[in-house]
C-alpha cells in the first residue's frame, strides 16, 4: 500500500499492481469485503451433498465405517444448510471424508459416484481439492 499526500495534508492510500483478480476487494483502513453466494449455490450445495451421501451408500461399507463417515456428511450438510457455509468446516469435512475413505480402502478421486459430488462441493465452496492428492 502506498500513501500520497493529498492537496489537504491527508493521505490517499491506494494499492498498485499490474493485474488483480479477485471475486471481492477491499482496500484502505476499516475496509471490509464480502461475497455472497448466488441464491441456487445453496440448493446445488445440498444436492451435491445428497449425492455424496448417496454414493457413499452405494459402496456397501460395513455400518461402523458408515456410521464414522455420516458424523462428516452431516457436517456438510449442516454446512450447506446454514446459508453461510464456513468453507474451512467443509474443508475439514471433506478431508475427514477423504481420509476415513482411504482407510478402508476406497479413494474417492477413483470413484466417480464420490469424486463428482467432493467436486461440486469444493468448487461451490471455493475450497482447493488438494487433499485428494495427498497436498
Known amino acids: ?17 499490474n493485474t488483480v483478480q479477485a471475486d471481492v476487494l477491499a482496500a484502505g483502513r476499516g ?11 445453496a440448493e446445488q450445495l445440498a444436492r451435491a451433498v445428497g449425492q455424496l451421501r448417496e454414493a457413499i451408500a452405494g459402496l ?4 461402523a465405517a458408515r456410521e464414522v ?11 450447506a444448510r446454514s446459508g453461510r457455509p464456513d468453507e474451512r468446516k467443509a474443508e475439514i469435512h471433506l478431508k ?9 480402502g476406497v479413494v474417492l478421486s477413483e470413484v466417480v459416484g ?4 467432493v467436486t461440486k462441493i469444493a468448487n461451490l465452496l471455493r475450497i482447493p481439492l488438494t487433499f485428494l492428492t495427498g497436498g
Open 1 to 17: 500500500m502506498t500513501r500520497a499526500p493529498s492537496s489537504q495534508g491527508s493521505h490517499n492510500e491506494g494499492i498498485q499492481a
Open 31 to 41: 475496509a471490509r469485503a464480502s461475497k455472497s453466494g448466488a441464491p441456487g449455490d
Open 60 to 63: 456397501g461399507l460395513q455400518p
Open 69 to 79: 463417515l455420516e458424523q462428516d456428511v452431516k457436517g456438510l450438510a449442516d454446512e
Open 96 to 104: 475427514g471424508i477423504a481420509d476415513k475413505l482411504k482407510m478402508v
Open 114 to 117: 464420490l469424486a463428482e459430488p
